[in-house]
């Protein structure tokens, strides 16, 4: 038996048998090398492609959103689950939903209005998360930053004196 040095995978002959459990093996151990998927235990009924974040007192896994409070957003759920259950979580790279519409190239952010949801507009709220990049209308790339931090509010300033008026925005 040959092994591959990388992901010590077995060489497959044209005769064997029983390449399935093989080959489900090879994809389990490329997806714990890359760290892709993941299961976690949810503390909260979740549904599929909805965002998640890991509760800190208790470890399980909820609907997150951009609120300062119940984010950041680590995974999206590859399937639906209630309170309790052990699904499968994504954690990087791309992810289709059919259902998708998104816009290719635009980035997709965690919802600061709707648990568990994406969107494309960039949030109002002060608190946002990039979760990555539209890669097709029903894909993302998806590569959240997790180190988030409080965004500054987007204002704008009048000033107007005797002689002139300036207005000043400025975007976070």
């Known amino acids: 038996m040959t ?10 002959s ?8 093989m080959l489900t ?8 090398y ?23 007192t208790d470890g399980k896994y909820y609907q997150a959103v951009a609120d300062g409070v119940k984010w ?14 052990e699904i499968r979580l994504h954690r990087a790279g791309v992810i289709e939903n059919v259902a998708w519409a998104l816009t290719a190239g635009r980035p997709v952010y965690l919802s ?13 709220y002060i608190k946002r998360q990039i979760l990555g990049m539209a890669n097709s209308a029903t894909s993302i790339i998806f590569a959240p ?18 002689s002139s008026t ?5 975007a976070p």
């Not at 300036?166 to 400025?170: D, F, I, Y």
């Open 3 to 12: 092994i591959t040095d990388k992901y010590e995978f077995e060489t497959i």
């Open 25 to 32: 093996t090879f994809i389990e151990k490329v997806e714990a």
């Open 34 to 56: 890359l760290h892709t998927r993941m299961t976690g235990t949810l503390g909260e009924a979740v549904s599929a492609y909805d965002a998640v974040y890991q509760n800190p």
């Open 112 to 124: 600061d209005a709707t648990a568990g949801a994406i969107i494309q507009q960039r949030p109002l």
């Open 145 to 162: 930053e997790l180190a988030v931090a409080d965004g500054v509010a987007m204002t704008t300033t009048t000033t107007t004196t005797t």
């Open 166 to 170: 300036t207005t000043t925005t400025t």
């Open 14 to 21: 044209l005769g064997t048998q029983g390449w399935n459990a």
């Open 72 to 85: 950041p957003c680590i995974a999206l759920a590859v399937e639906e689950g209630v309170l309790d259950d």
